[in-house]
């Protein structure tokens, strides 16, 4: 049994979808969670800007004494995925390959839709990862650079002015290809998800990438002998680099209740401490 905490990461609030699940699966873990608020959104970034945030982002929750990483972020996961899991010297757990997991298990026609960020839509990781499962798929891969924002400033609800035709607008190409199953390969994208349903119809599933690297994290762990053992109980820590009160006032709209012990922190830097073994 380890009393350590797991540490889970984003750009921003995304990463909350996968820890509101984590908690869930595993409520008597404690949780450490960073977002990386000032800098958000990275999906509009180039690769070295990516990777070098994001192992800044995985140094800091390593600092924190952790005993894994969640990477809460399909844009990171796409482009520095590889290079963390490398050269992170715990168990790393990202979001391409458990969602495209349950994807391929999920589907009925073959037609797989997905959406995420201009980043990691360029990556072609999600559809290389669903043609290594299954070479006869037909994966559709859509860039939706505006859906972060609008989450991040609170754009979410089922009619909002804003969210509304900007979903109707990026799916409607979706809409005509008879997909039957669509990644939301963004952590952010879950909570557009009934604007999404909306839109595409309930034939279609949804396959929410933070739910799928929460239950993947957990498998981790449970193999590896890493859970503290306790049922209960657990809590969260949260570290941001933008400000705190308007990382609770929206995190306590995706997490359903209030938000506390946040703390704002500065990183910048920490890409150069090592991130491996000899750490």
Do not use: W
């Amino acid at each position: 049994m380890d009393p350590r905490p797991i540490g889970v990461f984003d750009s921003g609030l995304g990463g909350l979808t996968a820890l509101r699940e984590l908690h869930a699966l595993l409520p008597g873990e404690e949780l450490v969670y960073f977002g990386d608020t000032g800098r958000v959104p990275y999906g509009s970034r180039g690769e070295e800007v990516i990777t070098r945030y994001a192992r800044e982002d995985a140094a800091f929750l390593l600092e924190q004494g952790v005993k894994a990483v969640v990477c809460a972020c399909g844009t990171v996961s796409s482009v520095a995925g590889e290079a963390l899991r490398r050269e992170t010297h715990c168990p790393f757990v990202e979001v391409v390959g458990p969602a495209a997991r349950a994807a391929a298990a999920a589907t009925r026609n073959g037609r797989i839709g997905v959406i995420a960020t201009a980043a990691t839509t360029r990556s072609g990781k999600f559809p290389a990862a669903l043609a290594a499962m299954d070479p006869g798929l037909q994966v559709y891969s859509l860039a939706c650079p505006l859906f972060v924002p609008l989450v991040e400033n609170g754009h979410i609800a089922p009619g909002d002015p804003l969210a509304v035709p900007a979903v109707e607008y990026y799916l409607r190409d979706l809409g005509e290809r008879d997909i039957d199953t669509l990644i939301l390969g963004c952590t952010h994208y879950p909570l557009l998800a009934p604007l999404i349903r909306d839109f595409l119809g309930e034939g279609v599933t949804l396959v929410s990438s933070g739910r799928e690297a929460a239950l993947a994290a957990g498998d981790t762990l449970r193999e590896e002998g890493l859970l503290s053992g306790r049922q209960t109980g657990g809590s969260c820590r949260y570290f941001v680099t933008d400000s705190a009160g308007s990382f609770s006032s929206v995190a306590e709209v995706f997490l359903g209740e209030p938000v506390t012990h946040v703390t704002p922190v500065d990183i910048s830097g920490l890409e150069k401490l090592k991130l491996g073994k000899e750490a």
